[in-house]
């Protein structure tokens, strides 16, 4: 549907993120066509990491001695060169290497180490290469790159073993050049084993593997450096990015000075079940915070009157017959009808697995026009054909059981590469998907994928996800399209945790605190 494209977004204001096969033709294309010699993006590329390191460095007060751990390839080659210029620089720097470079432009930043500072062979000389690791104060990881397409064995696996036990013991530092060594750059997979860093330094764009879990975890810090390879993107495969502060700035919806109610437009939030009223006021009351005019919670008849003294801002309405615990068929019309009289709808908080409330959802997703989102118990009603065939443009929630019952892959094949199984969904169903959980990816139906930096495990407790629901709803009820809504909802959502992080820790976090996070995380994006 045309309404959930993402034209217009400011997409100059995002990180545009590689994927391997994405990073080799920049590579190529500066190389062949432009005419940079390899040497020079490598010593560029080595640069990035000798200024970032002595930047940490100087932060820590120090100059501990620095072990540089290179592979037999191109990030190999950044490793030593790397060294050289760390070494140049005063540093006590020593290369613990695993083979022996083959690549012209790695081979000779090797051959340039030898005339500067010593070289273990960890196969050979693995006593003196651990002790070197045991007191050195920051280890480089430049084993392995993007390119790494096979589980790490071998004398590689026992390396990076040795690197994580060393920098457990010690406290040390542990910088990434490019991608944690171990890491698959697409997708985040450890392949194997993999280097657990503080820091990382990408060239030239970002890595998608380094803001999905379990590689964001091992990626810690990262940074990203231009080394002169030209960002010029191939267009048979759809872009990847990483959402930013600036971006869901410019997303926000306006608030003119002579707005009232009806301009920020009516949610109608249809939620809830009997023990489950919970998660309609949370929904509410997030598209409330969320600068929504007025919002109706559509409820069974014996949640009604239950949210007067918690939420008296929230309206409610109840359809008239049947059963008062939960919805059921012969409600559709009466709640069809009233979302006619609404800008946006959110279903699917709290309203229990029934089977008739089945077939009540079914009906509101295929007669409702209205920009709607559906989550949680809305999204265990429907297949893949139902999406398809809705009448307006929809928004889903999934967590990733949820997603891989409705798509009927395994949880284990989803988790293998969360981006593209999002993004292939999204296009097949003609809807945003919000794929939830840490590194929240937002796939377009056009093969749009946007990955969320906010928010952390915090967020892993019942009831956020309703508030989730409410936030994107709310955007959507002041007439933001779904795309939009949904990315500057997610980032909210993760920055309202974000603004309580100090004051409230992950383990005693709660959704009601998530609400109170909201406001901060508006005056954050400077929301007047």
């Not at 620089?89 to 000779?108: F, H, N, Q, Y």
């Not at 979302?339 to 229990?352: E, S």
């Not at 998907?433 to 019942?462: C, H, M, R, W």
Request: glycine share 12%.
């Amino acid at each position: 549907m045309a309404e959930l494209a993402p034209a217009q977004l400011p997409l100059d204001k995002l990180q545009r993120l590689a994927r391997s096969e994405e990073m080799r033709r920049m590579d190529a294309y500066a190389i062949e066509t432009l005419g940079l010699p390899g040497r020079v993006l490598m010593e560029n590329a080595a640069h990035a990491v000798a200024d970032r390191l002595c930047a940490l460095l100087a932060a820590r007060g120090g100059a501990a001695p620095v072990a540089v751990c290179c592979g037999t390839g191109n990030n190999g080659g950044a490793g030593y060169a790397a060294a050289r210029l760390l070494a140049n620089r005063g540093l006590p720097v020593t290369v613990v290497k695993v083979g022996t470079p083959e690549a012209p432009d790695a081979k000779a930043n090797a051959d340039a180490w030898a005339h500067f500072g010593n070289t273990l062979d960890f196969e050979r000389d693995r006593a003196a290469a651990e002790e070197c690791l045991a007191g050195a104060g920051t280890i480089v990881d430049a084993l392995f790159g993007t390119g790494l397409s096979r589980p790490v064995t071998g004398a590689a696996e026992a390396l990076i073993t040795r690197i994580n036990e060393a920098t457990a013991r010690s406290g040390a530092c542990a910088m990434a050049v490019d991608v944690p060594s171990g890491i698959n750059s697409d997708t985040g997979r450890v392949m194997g084993a993999a280097v657990r860093c503080t820091h990382t330094v990408s060239f030239q764009v970002g890595k998608p593997g380094c803001h999905q879990h379990p590689g964001a975890a091992h990626a810690g810090e990262v940074e990203v450096a231009a080394i002169s390879i030209p960002t010029r993107w191939e267009t048979a495969e759809p872009p990847t990015y990483l959402l930013t502060e600036a971006f869901a700035r410019a997303l926000l919806p306006p608030r003119p000075p002579d707005g009232h109610k009806g301009t920020f437009g009516h949610l109608l939030a249809v939620c809830g079940s009997a023990g489950m009223g919970g998660a309609a006021m949370l929904a509410g009351l997030a598209a409330l915070k969320i600068g929504a005019g007025l919002v109706t919670v559509g409820v069974p008849g014996t949640l009604r009157d239950r949210f007067i003294a918690a939420a008296p801002e929230l309206m409610t309405l109840t359809p008239p017959g049947g059963s008062e615990h939960a919805f059921s068929e012969e409600h559709a019309p009466f709640m069809i009808e009233q979302a006619a009289a609404r800008t946006a709808l959110a279903i699917g908080c709290g309203v229990g697995r029934a089977e008739e409330t089945g077939a009540f959802l079914r009906r509101m997703v295929a007669e409702v026009a209205h920009p709607m989102l559906i989550d949680a118990d809305g999204l265990y009603h429907l297949a893949p054909g139902h999406l398809q065939a809705r009448a307006g443009p929809a928004v889903i929630t999934p967590h990733p059981g949820e997603l891989a019952r409705l798509s009927g892959l395994s949880a284990a094949a989803l988790a293998e590469d969360r981006l593209q199984h999002a993004r292939r969904l999204a296009g097949e169903w003609g809807v945003v998907i919000v794929l939830k959980g840490a590194g929240t990816v937002v796939a377009a139906p056009a093969g749009e994928a946007f990955i969320n930096p906010t928010g952390d495990q915090g967020l892993a407790s019942g009831g956020t996800g309703d508030v989730l629901s409410g936030v994107i709803g709310g955007l959507m009820a002041q007439r933001l399209a779904p795309l939009p809504a949904a990315l500057l909802g997610v980032y909210l959502h993760g920055l309202a945790r974000d603004c309580q992080g100090e004051a409230i820790s992950a383990p005693y976090f709660t959704a009601g605190d998530l609400i109170a996070g909201l406001n901060a995380a508006l005056q954050r994006l400077g929301a007047t």
